[in-house]
């Protein structure tokens, strides 16, 4: 291996104390008058395959690899007991001479650390730091990241060498044309950057430990084309469980899983790979208005269709079109998403945290280019949903939609309110008393209470409206002729057949794809089980559990909004709970507007024959198609 020498001038043998008298009107430009040049190997054929590793600083490698120091690059030089910072005075590949302003050394033994930044000596072992943020640049990667050591033998020359390696990350793609990548995250089961530690011995090569970050970001601001060799400092070492997570300028994140990679010190490793679109498709199966996510990972779905894009009665289109922008309304619970949602290609798309995914939601809306809001969608996002098949062959989700758990919890949390024909949640959760805040809001104007702004603001809980004269509370406002929107949640649903209508999900439904609110008549047919009921909750068949949830009321109170007791005096532990069904309830054409309800109450489950008003907010439980 070829030698980057600093020779040491026979004063600084025998003492360095020349060197703090050294002043900057002494050192002219060219001139070594504080040390003699540090050699520069400008040969960069080492981190070719075959090659022998070389020593270097920055490297650039728009000219074929050339090793450059540069001005004012700090390096720690140490008699064992003390250190003092040198700098080279002149960058570049040519000789560089050396000044310091620290300490004055003395001794027999030296010993370096560059770059100084963080870096000392004891007792044969060096400290220094591999940087877990580093900057790529076009033909190369930026300055004092490559840490190296460096030992005074009896010819008195520092003789520096590598105590780090390179991965050189080298991604192409066909389905990401035209989009650049704006960083690059390096991740594996072991420490590869931050702190280090190596064990210089008199004969030998260093031997380097890492105590550092299990991951190290290399960020290009500017944008790197696919295709780019792209290198990132790392420890030497043998690492498992290798990923690299590339965003890109749309916002989109890809993660290639390069598994087990052995980097040796001074040399580099290539991981190449080609991008494609990796992403589950949530709506392969089918589009909806809530999509369930039960463990992490990148997902997308269509964003052109309303729902399942089965129309009703309503006269509204099935198509979404004009979208432009993504908003997100509010976020409850835990935050589950990582970066930010991406429109591509009519789809939206998204990624989850690593690790363990915890519970929470998302209301996310798209827009278009005015900011007027065309569609939303509902991001459930909860490892514990599952699929609980009973004795009849039915079968249900374990959980309320949009719940966090599936125990009682007082506090709320237990699913999201869902007025009648509506396909956005509001939130479940016990609040102060009579205060209403966004997402909660409520509008009492009659003109604001219609199918367009419900639409326009997902987020908006409409107050009731007593319509025609009559006592009768909906959050939306009509002419006479009410029978037309009994099928919003069931396309099936007519005026003679509201108790016996097989399921017709439409594109108001707010169930996730594959799942339908239930109808009266599958309520009926459910509630024909085993059933048991303690203090918190309600069983079926012994093990589909109805936590006691209750309704929030039609305008802006509070009452009954957790489960409430039989006296609906209690709202902290509940002995009630009622549950939004399909149909609307069937005594003449203003009933339309109120809905039959079914419900789990303490010493029994069953459905109700009396009917609730449609601007009323219920908990739905969800039924497999």
């Known amino acids: 291996m070829k030698r980057i020498s600093f020779v040491l001038l026979a004063a600084f043998a025998a003492s360095l104390s020349?060197?703090?008298?050294?002043?900057k009107a002494e050192r002219a430009d060219g001139e070594a008058v504080c040390g003699e040049a540090v050699k520069i190997d400008t040969d960069f054929s080492a981190w070719l395959p075959g090659a022998a590793p070389q020593?270097?600083?920055?490297?650039?490698f728009s000219d074929g690899g050339k090793v450059l120091w540069t001005t004012d690059d700090p390096i720690m030089v140490s008699n064992g007991t003390q250190s003092s910072t040198m700098f080279i005075k002149r960058g570049g590949d040519t000789g560089s001479s050396l000044y310091t302003t620290g300490a004055v050394?003395?001794?027999?033994?030296?010993?370096?650390?560059y770059p100084a930044t963080g870096a000392s000596y004891e007792a044969g072992a060096y400290s220094s730091n591999i940087p877990l943020m580093q900057a790529w640049k076009d033909g190369g990667f930026a300055d004092q990241v490559f840490p190296m050591v460096a030992r005074a033998g009896t010819d008195r020359q520092l003789a520096f060498k590598n105590a780090a390696s390179l991965l050189r990350i080298l991604p192409t793609t066909t389905f990401y044309a035209g989009q650049s990548i704006l960083s690059v995250v390096v991740s594996a089961d072991q420490p590869l950057a931050g702190a280090i530690t190596v064990d210089y011995p008199e004969d030998g090569v260093p031997a380097v430990n890492c105590t550092g970050s299990k991951t190290v970001t290399l960020s290009a601001p500017a944008g790197a084309p696919f295709g780019t060799s792209?290198?990132?400092v790392v420890a030497p070492g043998d690492y498992t469980g290798v990923n690299v997570t590339l965003t890109l300028s749309n916002g989109l994140k890809y993660v290639h899983e390069a598994g087990d990679v052995s980097v040796e010190r001074s040399k580099y490793q290539t991981i190449s790979f080609t991008a494609v679109d990796n992403y589950v498709d949530l709506s392969a199966s089918g589009t909806a208005n809530c999509y369930m996510i039960t463990e992490p990972g990148s997902y997308k779905f269509k964003a052109t269709t309303k729902g399942?894009?089965?129309?009703?009665?309503?006269?509204?289109?099935?198509?979404?079109?004009?979208?432009s922008a993504l908003k997100?309304?509010?976020?409850?619970?835990?935050?589950?998403?990582?970066?930010?949602?991406?429109l591509v290609d009519d789809y939206v798309y998204f990624t989850t945290q690593g690790g363990t995914l915890p519970a929470g939601t998302i209301l996310l809306s798209g827009n278009d280019a005015s900011g007027t809001t065309l569609w939303s969608w509902h991001l459930w996002a909860n490892p514990a949903i599952e699929d609980v098949t009973l004795s009849d062959g039915t079968t249900w989700l374990n959980m309320?939609?949009?719940?966090?758990?599936?125990a009682f919890n007082p506090l709320g949390f237990n699913g999201y309110y869902y007025q009648w024909g509506r396909k956005d949640p509001f939130q479940q959760v016990l609040g102060v008393s009579n205060v209403l805040d966004a997402p909660f809001v409520s509008h009492a104007s009659q003109t604001d209470g219609s199918l367009t702004n419900s639409i326009k603001n997902p987020h908006i809980f409409y107050g009731s409206y007593n319509t025609g004269g009559a006592n009768i509370q909906d959050w939306c406002t009509f002419d006479d002729d009410v029978k037309k929107y009994y099928d919003w949640w069931n396309k099936n649903i007519t005026a003679d057949q509201q108790t016996t209508a097989a399921p017709g999900k439409t594109m108001f439904d707010p169930c996730p794809p594959g799942y339908h609110v239930p109808t009266y008549a599958e309520v009926v047919e459910l509630c024909k089980l085993t059933k048991s009921a303690g203090t918190q909750g309600a069983y079926i068949d012994g093990k589909l559990f109805f936590p006691y949830v209750s309704s929030r009321a039609a305008g802006i109170t509070?009452?009954?909004?957790?489960?409430?007791?039989?006296?609906?005096?209690d709202q902290t532990t509940g002995e009630r709970g009622f549950y939004q069904c399909t149909n609307p309830y069937n005594t003449g054409d203003k009933s339309h507007r109120t809905v039959y309800r079914w419900y789990a109450r303490k010493g029994s489950v069953g459905y109700s024959g009396s009917y609730i008003q449609r601007a009323e907010g219920m908990v739905v439980r969800c039924k497999k198609d």
């Open 55 to 60: 020593s270097k600083t920055s490297v650039d």
């Open 400 to 406: 309320n939609l949009g719940a966090h758990q599936v």
């Open 308 to 323: 399942n894009g089965v129309s009703t009665s309503c006269g509204l289109s099935p198509a979404t079109t004009g979208i």
């Open 105 to 113: 050394l003395s001794g027999d033994a030296f010993y370096a650390v």
């Open 18 to 23: 020349f060197l703090s008298s050294c002043s």
């Open 230 to 232: 792209l290198y990132v």
């Open 558 to 569: 509070k009452k009954w909004w957790g489960g409430v007791a039989e006296s609906d005096t």
């Open 328 to 342: 997100s309304y509010y976020t409850d619970g835990e935050a589950f998403l990582s970066g930010a949602f991406s």
